[in-house]
């Protein structure tokens, strides 16, 4: 039952606390946020990637992404984003993390911009299989479907070639579903892919407000189904919460929306 949460909900919480968090819920495993104003950012010196290491690995807990803000489709120089790619990959292997995830960005209707990402992901797979992390582009912002996000993946595949196996996707449950895709075609589209769902909730529209998980109107029982229908089964598969916190100060704290993820969880026994 490999459940997780993101450090989006408790952004500038000491590592010592996002740990008692975790084992307090019975959660295995913690995305961290890579961001300049957290405690966990590629500019943190070796002393403190090892602390950060030590806390969780102390506990028993896995360190399941280094979550960066980098955008493969956004235009800009090749080489610099390159470069912050190998400063993510170089952090998300010393924390001991599985994935580096990853956005694409950019303009929705830059018709370049998928090829563009393809061809940088794909110069990112062997310095990632290297490291032992796998990069995983999220369902969000541009490009929020499954059917978009393995598109992306399929091209960066044949071009990363032997490389392939670096390449996976997350799924942010909300964006798909605000898009008009289905859990059961998104599901479908990612696949073998799949790294991990990041489970939200919210009321219904465009911009619904978000909710605690199972108070809001996304399908979520539907995404498990489909997520069952994979061949995976549910408990093979990590299911993260993301509380975004981090941009809505007024919602309530981690510790309220991990104990409705809980809830949720279990009921589906």
Known sequence: MPLAFSTLG???????????????????GVELRASDDGPVHVGLPQRGRDAVRRALEDRGLTA??????????????????????D??????????????RIFPGGD??????????AHRIAEAAAPARVRGIRLALETHDS??????????????????????SS??????????WRAGEAPSATASALGRRLAYVQVKDSRPGPSGPLTTVGDGAVPLD????????????????????????AWHPELPDLEVALTGFRTW?????
Request: hydrophobic residues 45%; charged residues 30%; proline residues 5%.
């Open 10 to 28: 408790c952004p500038h919480a000491p590592v010592s606390d996002v740990v008692d968090l975790a084992v307090r819920h019975g959660v295995d």
């Open 64 to 85: 399941l992404a280094l979550d960066s803000y980098v955008r493969v489709r956004a235009p800009g120089d090749d080489r610099r984003l390159a470069a912050d790619l």
């Open 108 to 117: 929705p209707a830059d018709l370049d911009g998928d090829a563009r990402a």
């Open 87 to 100: 400063a993510h990959l170089d952090l998300a292997a010393q924390l001991g993390c599985t994935y580096l």
């Open 222 to 245: 539907d995404v498990v189904r489909a997520v069952d229908a994979l061949g995976r089964g549910r408990h093979d598969v990590w299911w993260s919460l993301e509380w975004e916190r």
């Open 143 to 164: 490009r929020p479907r499954g059917h978009d996000v393995a598109r992306i993946l399929h091209e960066a595949g044949r071009l990363a070639a032997s490389d392939e």
């Open 167 to 176: 390449l996976a996707a997350v799924w942010d449950v909300l964006h798909p």
């Open 265 to 269: 969880w279990d009921r589906l026994g």
